[in-house]
């Protein structure tokens, strides 16, 4: 089984002093930084993924900015592949399922940021399309929401995506787990 580790939107504006700045984003980086150095270190396919908004009203991601680019703690190295995208589902109008395909993958590690968003569209089209998914849960980060006038904290957000993922979009793991997975 080939698997492939996929690390979504770990860009400079959710961390401090950025335009959209997460709930504990530097605790979920140094996950992701964990499982980058495992398939690093195995030689698996890596992917990056970075978003770029083009919408006139966007207010974070926007082009030609230091917030899109990868944060240090994750940066590619030569021969990591980076997909640009626009919207929230890094397979949408990217190359991103092609490439996969290219390499015969049929698993894939997520991690990322944000939880309720990116993680969550990419990992149901991800299921949708036949790979088996394994999400580390503890190498993503969200934000407080606020729904009918009341604040749900980004530990709930959280907590409660990655509850709905588990079992029927991907099994949702703790990266000190994943050493003997892949």
């Known amino acids: 089984m080939n698997t492939a580790l996929v690390l979504v939107d770990i860009q400079n504006d959710y961390f401090k002093g950025g335009r959209n700045e997460l709930f504990n984003p530097d605790q979920a ?3 992701a930084e964990e499982a980058l150095s495992l398939f690093r270190e195995k030689r698996l396919p890596i992917v990056h993924i970075q978003c770029v908004l083009l ?3 966007a ?3 926007l082009p030609d900015t230091e917030g899109i680019n990868i944060h240090e ?3 590619p190295q030569s021969g990591e592949k980076v997909i640009v995208k626009h919207t929230p589902d890094s397979f949408f109008q990217t190359e991103l399922q092609e490439h996969l395909e290219s390499m015969d993958v049929t698993r894939l590690v997520v991690c990322g ?3 309720h968003i990116c993680i969550d569209s990419t990992v149901r089209t991800a299921s949708r399309l036949g790979y088996e998914v394994i999400l ?3 190498a993503c980060a969200t934000r407080d929401l606020e729904w009918n006038g009341t604040v749900i904290p980004a530990k709930t957000v959280h907590d409660t995506f990655m509850a709905s993922l588990q079992g029927t979009f991907a099994q949702v793991v ?3 787990s994943l050493a ?3």
């Open 55 to 57: 919408e006139e009203n």
């Open 113 to 115: 940021m944000m939880s």
């Open 136 to 138: 580390l849960g503890d």
């Open 29 to 31: 980086a140094s996950h």
């Open 174 to 176: 703790s990266t000190s």
């Open 59 to 61: 207010t974070f991601f």
């Open 73 to 75: 703690r994750v940066t």
């Open 180 to 182: 003997d997975m892949v």
